[in-house]
C-alpha cells in the first residue's frame, strides 16, 4: 500500500445495519449542501422504529391483564414483537440484508436524551429536515389484528409514549395520533382526551384493515377531528393474509400492489359517498402510496361517475376535482418516466397539495433530493413540495430549525465514508 | 436518473497497492480528496467505479457484494426455484438495493442504467487508478 505518499487519500468502510446513520446518509447531507440547504424541509412520514423501545410501549399498557400478557411475551419468544400480529418470517423489506438500514441498530452512547431522539435527530440533520412526522412502523399492521381490543390498548400505550416521552424532548418531531379505528368509539376517547395536545399535528388510520370509512359508526369521529381542524392521514401497508395477495410469490409484487391498494379503496369509499361535502372542511391526507396511483383513480372513479351518477347522488363535482384537493405524500416516488410523472404532478396539483415524505429508515425511502432533482419543476414548486406544503396544512412555523449541512458533514463520525 | 457528479481536474494517478495481494480483497473502496471509488478484483480483471449510484446518489460500492440471483426454469418451463449465480457477482447500493454486475457495472435488467467507471489498471503488478481528467 503506499496510501501515505497520497494527501488527502484514505480507504472507507462497508455500510451495514450499524453504520452511524450520519455516514450512511453523508451523501444527502451532500446533496442538502449543494442544492437545498436553505429550504425548509418538512418529513411527513419517517418511522424511527418503534420496535426498539416496544418494551417501554408495553410497559404502558393501561389495563392489567393485557399489559401482563404484553410484558410475559417480550420477555419470552414475542419479545420486541408482545402483542403484534407482525410476520416476523415475513419480514422480506431488507431484501435478503441488502438493505442495511431497514430495522437498523446504530450504537448510541448519549444517554442524555432518550435514544429514539438521538437516532431520530441523526437522520434529520443528516437529510436536511426541519421537522419529522413520525408513524409507527410495527403498529402499520394493527388493523388486521383479529383481537380489536388489542389494538385499542396498544394505539393508547403508544400514544400516550409519544406524546409524554418523545414530542416534548424535541420539537422538531411531530406526531399523529394513532386511531385505533376498527374501535370507533376508542377513536372518539383518544380524538378527545390527546387531539388537542402540542405536537400531535393530526391523526392518522393505518390503513391495512377491511373497515369502511363511510360507515355511520365514524360520522362522530369525523365531525371532531374537523372540529379540531387538523388532518386526517391513511396510511398504507401490506398483508400477505389478504386472499387477493396471497396469490403474490415476491415482495416486489405485494409491495407494489398492497400499498395503493388500500388507500384505493379507501378513497373510493370516502368519495363515492360523498364525505367531501358531508365534512368539507376535514384534509384528507394519503400516505406511502407514491403517485402513479392518483391519476389512474381520478380517470377511473370520473369515468364511472359520469355513466352511473345516481350511485353517487351527493356528489356536487367529479371525483377528481375532489381528489386535487385532497393532500398526498410522495414517497415512493416513481421516478422511472419523467413525462408520465410531470403530468401525474399536473393532475394532482401537487404544487400545493403533494408533501415531500422520506419513509427513512424504511428500505423504499426517498431523500429531499428525490424532489429537488425534479426537472420540471419550479424552485417554487420544490419549496412548497419540501416543506411549504405541509407547514400550510400542519401550520407549522416556518422558522430555520435545522443545523447548516456542511456543519453535520464535519461532525459526523466518519466510521463508514 | 440522477446524473453521477465528480469534479473534473486535472487527472491525477495513484497506486493502490500489489495487485497480488489486494485481489484477495474482492473490493477496497477510498475517498480521494472527496471523491469516492470503488475498486473491485475478479479474479485477474479490475475494476473501478464512482462510489455514487446513478439511482439517487447513493454510496453504491459501500453496500454488500453478492451473487447475481437467477430464476431457475426447466426445460419443460417448469420453476426450478430462484438460485446463486457461481459466475455473477453483484454491486448493491445500500441505500436502495439497486444491483450492479461486478465486471460491466450495469443493471441486470436494465443495462442503460451503470455505474460511472473509473480508469484502473495494473502497471508491474501494482493497481492505480486515475481520478479526475475526462471519465473512462
Known amino acids: 500500500m503506499t496510501e501515505n505518499s497520497i494527501p488527502n487519500f484514505r480507504e472507507i468502510g462497508e455500510i451495514t445495519g450499524s453504520t452511524d446513520s450520519r455516514d450512511v446518509l453523508a451523501h444527502a447531507t451532500r446533496q442538502a449542501a449543494r442544492n437545498f440547504d436553505d429550504y425548509l424541509i418538512v418529513d411527513v412520514d419517517a418511522h424511527v422504529s418503534e420496535d426498539h423501545f416496544w418494551s417501554e410501549i408495553i410497559d404502558l399498557i393501561d389495563n392489567d391483564v393485557l399489559r401482563q400478557i404484553g410484558q410475559h411475551q417480550v420477555k419470552g419468544f414475542g419479545g420486541q414483537n408482545a402483542l403484534l400480529n407482525i410476520s416476523p418470517g415475513l419480514s422480506l423489506q431488507s431484501v435478503g440484508g441488502r438493505i442495511g438500514h431497514q430495522g437498523r441498530r446504530e450504537p448510541v452512547t448519549d444517554d442524555s436524551v432518550h435514544r429514539f431522539i438521538s437516532t431520530a435527530r441523526r437522520s434529520m440533520d443528516a437529510m436536511g429536515l426541519d421537522y419529522q412526522v413520525v408513524f409507527p412502523s410495527a403498529m402499520l399492521l394493527l388493523g388486521m389484528h383479529p383481537q380489536d381490543e388489542i389494538e385499542v390498548a396498544l394505539a393508547k400505550a403508544f400514544n400516550r409514549w409519544m406524546i409524554e416521552r418523545i414530542l416534548p424532548i424535541d420539537t422538531r418531531m411531530k406526531g399523529l395520533l394513532y386511531l385505533p379505528f376498527n374501535t370507533p368509539e376508542a377513536c372518539e376517547e383518544l380524538v378527545a382526551q390527546y387531539g388537542a395536545t402540542e405536537g400531535i399535528i393530526g391523526f392518522t388510520v393505518c390503513s391495512t384493515r377491511n373497515k369502511p370509512v363511510h360507515h355511520d359508526c365514524y360520522m362522530r369521529l369525523y365531525s371532531m377531528i374537523q372540529e379540531l381542524d387538523k388532518p386526517l392521514a391513511f396510511h398504507s401497508g401490506y398483508h400477505w393474509g389478504d386472499p387477493s395477495f396471497a396469490q403474490l410469490n415476491r415482495f416486489l409484487s405485494m409491495h407494489a400492489l398492497s400499498f395503493t391498494h388500500y388507500n384505493q379503496i379507501h378513497l373510493t369509499n370516502w368519495i363515492v359517498n360523498a364525505m367531501p361535502e358531508r365534512f368539507p372542511k376535514l384534509n384528507m391526507l394519503w400516505v406511502e402510496s407514491g403517485l402513479a396511483w392518483i391519476p389512474f383513480l381520478m380517470q377511473r372513479l370520473d369515468h364511472e361517475v359520469l355513466m352511473r351518477p345516481s350511485e353517487a347522488p351527493g356528489l356536487k363535482r367529479l371525483p377528481s376535482e375532489y381528489m386535487r384537493e385532497m393532500y398526498y405524500t410522495s414517497q415512493p416516488l416513481e421516478r422511472t418516466n419523467m413525462k408520465l410523472l410531470e403530468a401525474t404532478m399536473e393532475a394532482m396539483n401537487a404544487e400545493t397539495q403533494l408533501l415531500y415524505s422520506s419513509d427513512w429508515p424504511h428500505w423504499d425511502w426517498d431523500s429531499p433530493a428525490t424532489i429537488s432533482s425534479l426537472p420540471f419543476l419550479t424552485e417554487q414548486a420544490k419549496r412548497n413540495i419540501l416543506g411549504l406544503n405541509a407547514a400550510r396544512l400542519f401550520k407549522l412555523d416556518t422558522t430555520r430549525r435545522k443545523p447548516l449541512a456542511e456543519d453535520v458533514l464535519s461532525s459526523r463520525p466518519k466510521t463508514a465514508s | ?136
Not at chain 2, 493502490?16 to 480521494?32: A, F, N, P, Y
Not at chain 2, 473491485?40 to 480483471?45: L, R
Not at chain 2, 436494465?110 to 460511472?116: F, K, R
Not at chain 2, 508491474?124 to 481528467?133: A, F, I, P
Open chain 2, 1 to 136: 436518473m440522477s446524473a453521477p457528479e465528480m469534479a473534473t481536474t486535472a487527472s491525477q494517478q495513484i497506486v493502490l497497492g500489489r495487485h497480488d495481494e489486494l485481489k484477495k480483497r474482492q473490493r477496497m473502496v477510498i475517498d480521494v480528496d472527496g471523491v469516492g471509488i470503488g475498486i473491485y478484483f475478479v479474479g485477474d480483471e479490475v475494476r473501478a467505479y464512482l462510489n455514487i449510484c446513478p439511482h439517487m446518489g447513493g454510496p453504491v460500492c459501500q453496500g454488500k457484494i453478492m451473487p447475481r440471483t437467477l430464476e431457475q426454469v426447466a426445460d419443460n418451463g417448469k420453476s426450478l426455484g430462484l438460485g446463486f449465480s457461481k459466475e455473477q457477482l453483484h454491486i448493491v447500493c445500500p441505500w436502495h438495493g439497486f444491483e450492479f454486475d461486478m465486471l460491466t457495472g450495469r443493471h441486470p435488467i436494465d443495462p442503460s442504467v451503470g455505474l460511472t467507471p473509473i480508469p484502473v489498471q495494473v502497471t508491474n503488478g501494482e493497481v492505480v487508478v486515475t481520478v479526475g481528467g475526462p471519465r473512462a
